[in-house]
């Protein structure tokens, strides 16, 4: 399936209710799209030492959550790359992505940029070719965030994935995993041949602690505290569009049609 035009994506969800596998199913359905995952981003940069990786440790290390503007600095640089944004004013880059000694990494220059988010004053070209498609994971999750994600690009469709609570926590409450491969299992529709068994290696499965019920209660609360301001400022911008469903087979098709419309069609 080809899409006509660039496709900038969010999917919000409430914790296990398959955003995951809608990422996955769009991906292979529309070749187009990538998915940009800040989790990925973030290890990725840290590991390669960039200025922003370097940064970035420096406030996990130390305890402290990392910055939305740093977050936001990370997408500005994976898009930048990618050819998809890039600054109108030459004498405004838009990345610190390069290897970079500790010292230059901390300097008060690297720090004022990278801690610092777009404003409305700076100015950004955006591809809208379809080949700059995208779902982006894991930002933004409140709507701060997502205020300061519209001053580098609009996004053009953000999807509200709703299930129904009891059906979500019956689903992860069954859910074990084989932690060192991370095989799937569910008693429900996807058991293990030997109950507590992994089918290849015969080892124990485990349940996450963010599957176990009290745990995953505590985050929809957050989740749902968060969510609401963010849903609101989507949808007075016309963008929000929610499906329904008590499966992931059931959600599919429908975002699918309503993808089609939008962006093949």
Known sequence: MHLRKAARVIL???????KGT???RMLQRYPQLSSISTGDLLRDNVRRKTALGIQAEHFIKSGS???DSTILRLIMSELTGRGWIKSTDPA?????????????????????????APSARDAYEYSDSPDASFILDGFPRTAAQAKSLDVLLPVNLVVNIKTPVSVVLDRICNR???????RVYNTTFNAPKVPGKDDITGEPLIQRDDDKPEVWTSRLAKFEESSLPLLEHYDRKGLLWTVQGNTSDEISPLLFDEFNKRFCA
């Open 65 to 67: 959550l990392v910055p």
């Open 176 to 182: 074990w995993i084989h932690a060192p491969s991370g």
């Open 92 to 116: 405004k880059p838009l990345t610190l992505n390069f290897m970079a000694p500790t010292a230059d990494a901390m300097s008060p220059e690297a720090d004022n940029f990278i801690t610092s």
């Open 12 to 18: 919000v969800g409430a914790p296990g209710v398959g």
């Open 22 to 24: 809608q990422t996955e």
